[in-house]
Structures are given as C-alpha cells and as structure tokens.
C-alpha cells in the first residue's frame, strides 16, 4: 500500500514493474518520452487524441479558483484534469462484473470524458456525479455529441455533491481520477457503506491517481485487487473491491492531499 505520507518512491522491482506497465499502456514513444522526461530532457506531454477521436471537448486543466464549483465546497476540491486516453482504455478493459448487470458511476465526473468512453461498453447505466454546473453541461453535450458510437443509452449528467448522492442498489463500478480530497471520500465511502448495508452486492472502485485516497478505501475495509504503477505517477491506478457491509480499520491518522482532479 502507498505510505500515509503519500510518497511515491519506488524499488529498482518497483520501477521496472512501471516501465513494463507504460510500455503495454502507452507504447514505445511514449514510453521513451516519458523517460527523458523523468531525468529532466523533455518537457513534452504525452500525446493525447481522445478530443478528436470522439468530437468532445474536455482537454485542459483547470484550476479550482476558475471554476464554478460552489465555494463552501472548494476547500476539499482538486483541479480539473481528464484522464490521459490511453490510461483510461487501459481501466476500461480491465474492469470486472458483468455490463449489463452494473451502473457505471463517475464521481467527479467533470466534462464528460470518463462518460464518453465509458458508453461504448453496454452498461446497465452510466451516471456523472458533478458539482460545477458548467462542466456538467460540459458533459451533457459531450455525451450528447458522441452517442453515436455509444451502447449504453443511458447516461445520466448530475449537478450534485458526490456526499448527497444515493447509490443504486446494483452491481456498481466506482472511477475516481482523484477529484477530491480526503474528507470529502471518508463522507461518500459512509455513505456507500450504508448502502451496502442495506442491500449487500459487487462494488469495484477504480482509483486513478489515488495518492491517499488508496489509504482511505483501506481503513473503509476495501480490498485491493490490483495497482498498475507507470512512469508517471499521476496515470497508476488501482482496483478496489467490496461485497458487503465494509468493515472499518484503525485509522493510523494519515491525511490526504490530492493533486489532480478528473473528468
């Protein structure tokens, strides 16, 4: 498990087990570039073509001051930033359940891409859970724009806080691109538990860019199935599970800090 402190050092098993991972992930360019980068001899970012594939619009970061995200809520909040194309068909092929049986949920969903990509696997129901009004619309035309392509019909865009939301009572495959910090995952982790309690049943969490977030799904009783570290560190992510009532673990006391936000 990562450190509480969050830390990202690697072994020399560690770091070849990320290099092996980039390369099947992105490739031998990019793998390249990603490596040059690291030591300090590039300075360009990985090449990423889902806009233009898709016709969407959801490049670009952008900052939590420049959004619209109320302002009570922005203490907890993390910049927008989309999943990298290739990281994000890498989860998407490897997550389990069965599509048909399983609601596809996007905590922080942002503008949309998660949601796009998403809708080509048949899922029961594909649901966006946001807070910026703006990048829900966002996300509603970008969905919009793409279903064409889609098998899952209904995808769903909600304008509200991921601590309000109820989760349905079915198979469930939770994506989180670390949108929050970790208060805010505590509130919707007790909240999920509750529902489980009520109606125990398959719950995946895949987790990118997890940092402490992976520290938190622990002592909420999660089990992780998987990590794929890569090169950069923002792109690992990790495979969670739960079937029940989760049980809660001593909390050593460790805190989160986020760095990216998705969508």
């Given at each position: 498990?990562t450190?509480?402190?969050?830390?990202?050092?690697?072994?020399?098993?560690?770091?070849?087990?990320?290099?092996?991972n980039?390369?099947?992930?992105?490739?031998?360019?990019?793998t390249?570039?990603?490596?040059?980068?690291?030591?300090?001899?590039?300075?360009?970012?990985?090449q990423?073509?889902?806009?233009?594939?898709?016709?969407?619009?959801t490049?670009?970061?952008?900052?939590?001051?420049?959004?619209?995200i109320?302002?009570?809520?922005?203490?907890h909040?993390?910049?927008?930033?989309?999943?990298?194309?290739k990281?994000?068909?890498?989860?998407l092929?490897?997550?389990?359940?069965?599509?048909e049986?399983?609601?596809?949920?996007?905590?922080?969903?942002?503008?949309?891409?998660?949601?796009?990509?998403?809708?080509r696997?048949?899922?029961r129901?594909?649901?966006?859970?946001e807070?910026s009004?703006?990048?829900?619309?966002?996300?509603?035309?970008?969905?919009?724009?793409?279903?064409?392509?889609?098998?899952?019909?209904?995808?769903?865009?909600l304008?509200?806080?991921?601590?309000?939301?109820?989760?349905?009572?079915?198979?469930?495959?939770?994506?989180l691109?670390?949108?929050?910090?970790?208060?805010?995952?505590?509130?919707?982790?007790?909240?999920?538990k509750?529902?489980?309690?009520?109606?125990?049943?398959?719950?995946?969490?895949?987790y990118?860019?997890?940092g402490?977030?992976?520290?938190?799904?622990?002592?909420?009783?999660f089990?992780?199935?998987?990590?794929?570290?890569?090169?950069?560190?923002e792109?690992?992510?990790?495979?969670?599970?739960?079937?029940?009532?989760?049980?809660?673990r001593?909390?050593?006391?460790?805190?989160?800090?986020?760095r990216d936000?998705?969508?």
């Open positions: 498990m450190p509480p402190d969050g830390s990202t050092n690697r072994s020399v098993a560690g770091k070849l087990t990320a290099l092996r980039h390369l099947r992930v992105f490739g031998l360019a990019e390249t570039r990603a490596v040059l980068a690291h030591f300090g001899l590039s300075h360009r970012p990985a990423d073509q889902f806009d233009s594939r898709h016709d969407v619009s490049e670009g970061e952008i900052e939590v001051g420049d959004s619209d109320p302002g009570p809520a922005r203490a909040a993390i910049k927008y930033q989309p999943t990298h194309e990281v994000l068909a890498d989860v092929a490897r997550l389990p359940g069965v599509r049986e399983t609601v596809f949920v996007d905590l922080g969903s942002g503008k949309g891409r998660v949601l796009v990509a998403a809708a696997e048949p899922y129901k594909i649901v966006g859970v807070l009004a703006a990048y829900c619309e966002d996300a509603r035309q970008n969905v919009a724009g793409a279903a064409a392509d889609a098998r899952c019909r209904d995808v769903e865009v304008c509200v806080d991921v601590r309000e939301y109820d989760f349905p009572e079915t198979p469930l495959i939770l994506y691109f670390n949108p929050f910090e970790a208060p805010v995952l505590e509130s919707v982790l007790e909240r999920l509750v529902s489980l309690a009520r109606s125990p049943r398959d719950v995946w969490v895949a990118c860019n997890p402490l977030g992976q520290h938190v799904l622990d002592q909420a009783g089990v992780r199935l998987s990590e794929t570290p890569v090169i950069v560190p792109w690992t992510w990790s495979l969670w599970h739960a079937s029940g009532p989760a049980r809660s001593p909390s050593d006391g460790g805190q989160e800090r986020g936000r998705a969508g």
